[in-house]
């Protein structure tokens, strides 16, 4: 890890920020942005040149969001050339986009338009630009790259798409790959008019494409295909690679059948034979290694391997598990562990060691585990990085950052963090370390953590792992009789202790709680809002992983996997037979779980090390069995 040693100021201490930030008027800052959502100009004018607080462009977006006017274009234009690439700069200009398009203004539309992902922008920009004769050829050869997308495209590129076609540009060959991309993960729903497009004696083949798209057991029905042509076969490959997740026994005939037929390169039939072992072995399906063995080896990706050591280590295979790994570059730390560990299983204890003794040096559940089997201390190799004071005081004076503290205040959570990103990754590695440094001392963990992470500060273990509400989580921790290293090293792992997380399944706040698993333990109702309050939050939560270790018997490990992947579920994963702990976690059959429960027990380690205490939290892992 590269060390930055930027002055002779040692930073092993908080750097304290201006004191005249605490004189900043938030009231007038609202009452301004009130005062102009429906203001005049004149309010407006009378509004800004009153205010001085660091969200001054909020309240000068807000206007110009809500009333743009050709009357004030320098005004607007100037604004969008200050605040350029900032999270100020989009909201303003599509909404002046919009507003010079409703007035027909063509030459300032293409002027202030940007590069943008939204296709409605684009083509009226192109659109205009065919309009003030604008090469032909240029713009026209763009509207293809806008045609061939897997989904209907907005209205206004209806225009565009005339012309476009009218003047050659749409071929068959243009239209068979909208096909496929339609067919293949777009939208179905737009095959029917794609149909009509192609050639008569081809419109048979977008009828396949759907058929096999709503149901892949079709692709085994080999009467479909026709004329054997290569189009066909392009579908029987796209349906098989499908089905062998549905019905593997259909899918293994059907390829045996369908290479048969067609004419595959040696990369198309790679493809199906990576799809094959991966939906194989990730089932547990006998012919996994056959098709394992089938995949090239320069496709064998950390996926593939995973499931070829989960599948050697069901079965443990000690010999098929050194054959595989023995001699190979670059093995990952779990494939260097579990190497070893098939040394040890076949009697050759000195070469176990001494590749475990080469991973304990790492801070990894495999590191902390080698460590444990070795009876070796746990090392964190913690190295502080030094920080320049000065550039620390340069960044804290930076607008952006003002700006994203400001926010921070207001509880502005999102927009503060659309302009912390900006900030840091406009930085440089020196300015992201001094960033994250004022973030420790304000207390936003989750940008201390991610930052660090966009500079691979990874040995700056007391900042990557905060003791970030740490009275709470021990009371809490305490009441429910578990572990508070265990429950803070949840919250690092589920919300990198972000108050107001929420994810996509709708979990909320720092132990990420689904409304109705807190209502659950609650025994009662609890709004969605109060999850995001850290007290309500951890409470709930310390409560749930003492719920659930009650449940799995005091096990902390299925407690651990019960938490992300749910109770029930877990217990269908324990197997008949009684197995080592350490390899029932290793052949969960989730990723996503079997991920979550190393990290949580290497965040664990962590935070036990880092509270003083002795010992190696996975040490018991060694003697416990799982099952049976």
């Not at 005249?20 to 301004?32: G, Q, T, V």
Request: with cysteine.
């Amino acid at each position: 890890m590269k060390k930055y040693l930027l002055s002779i100021a040692a930073a092993a201490f908080i750097f304290p920020l201006h004191s005249a930030e605490a004189s900043i008027d938030n009231d007038a800052f609202l009452d301004a942005e009130k005062k102009v959502r429906h203001g005049s100009y004149q309010d407006f004018k009378q509004a800004v040149s009153n205010l001085n607080h660091p969200l001054k462009p909020y309240v000068e977006k807000t206007y110009w969001q809500r009333h743009p006017n050709i009357k004030y274009q320098s005004e607007i234009e100037n604004y969008l050339t200050i605040y350029q690439h900032t999270p100020l700069e989009w909201p303003v200009r599509k909404a002046w986009l919009a507003y010079l398009k409703k007035k027909n203004k063509k030459a300032a539309y293409i002027n202030n338009y940007r590069e943008t992902s939204n296709t409605e922008l684009t083509c009226t920009y192109l659109d205009f630009q065919l309009d003030l004769g604008a090469p032909e050829k240029a713009i026209l050869n763009q509207v293809t790259d806008l045609w061939t997308v897997g989904k209907s495209q907005p209205q206004e590129c209806d225009g565009l798409f005339s012309v476009w076609r009218k003047k050659g540009y749409m071929d068959k060959e243009t239209v068979w790959q909208r096909i496929t991309l339609a067919a293949e993960g777009g939208k179905q729903s737009l095959l029917p008019y794609l149909k009509t497009l192609l050639p008569k004696n081809e419109r048979y083949l977008a009828d396949l494409y759907l058929k096999v798209r709503r149901d892949p057991s079709a692709s085994a029905g080999l009467y479909r295909y026709k004329k054997k042509s290569a189009k066909e076969g392009q579908i029987a490959i796209y349906g098989v690679k499908r089905l062998v997740w549905r019905d593997k026994t259909l899918a293994l005939k059907a390829w045996e059948k369908i290479e048969k037929i067609f004419k595959y390169s040696d990369e198309e039939k790679a493809d199906v034979y990576y799809t094959f072992a991966l939906s194989l072995a990730s089932s547990g399906h006998k012919q996994a290694s056959f098709w394992l063995n089938k995949v090239p080896k320069e496709r064998l990706d950390s996926k593939l391997i995973q499931w070829q050591l989960g599948n050697m280590l069901k079965t443990q295979d000690w010999e098929g598990i050194a054959a595989f790994f023995t001699g190979k570059e670059n093995l990952s730390l779990g494939q260097q562990y579990w190497l070893a560990y098939s040394y040890a299983q076949r009697g050759e204890q000195q070469k176990a060691d001494d590749i475990w003794k080469k991973v304990a040096t790492n801070r990894d559940y495999y590191g902390f585990l080698a460590a444990a089997r070795l009876g070796l201390p746990v090392d964190l190799n913690n190295e502080p990085l030094i920080v320049d004071k000065v550039l620390v005081d340069n960044v804290s004076n930076a607008p952006g950052f003002k700006r994203a503290k400001a926010l921070y205040d207001l509880e502005r959570f999102t927009s503060a963090r659309r302009e912390w990103n900006y900030l840091t990754d406009t930085s440089s590695d020196e300015e992201k370390l001094a960033a994250s440094q004022l973030s420790t001392d304000l207390g936003w963990h989750d940008s201390t953590i991610f930052t660090l992470a966009k500079i691979k500060a990874w040995d700056n273990v007391e900042q990557r792992f905060p003791f970030a509400f740490q009275d709470v989580f021990e009371r809490y921790s305490k009441r429910s009789k578990i572990d508070v290293a265990w429950s803070i090293a949840i919250a690092r792992r589920e919300s990198s202790f972000a108050p107001d997380a929420r994810s996509h399944a709708n979990a909320r706040g720092l132990m990420q709680l689904l409304p109705s698993t807190a209502k659950y333990v609650n025994k009662g109702n609890v709004s969605s809002n109060r999850l995001y309050q850290p007290k309500t939050n951890i409470r709930l939560g310390t409560s749930y992983l003492q719920y659930l270790k009650k449940k799995n018997h005091g096990n902390e490990i299925l407690a651990t996997a019960s938490y992300n992947a749910g109770y029930h579920r877990v217990k269908r994963w324990l197997p008949d037979e009684a197995i080592p702990a350490e390899l029932w976690v290793e052949l969960i059959p989730y990723r996503e779980t079997r991920d979550y429960v190393k990290n949580v027990f290497a965040y664990r380690q962590v935070y036990h090390t880092r509270m003083g205490r002795e010992g190696n939290v996975l040490a018991p892992l060694l003697q416990m069995k799982m099952g049976g």
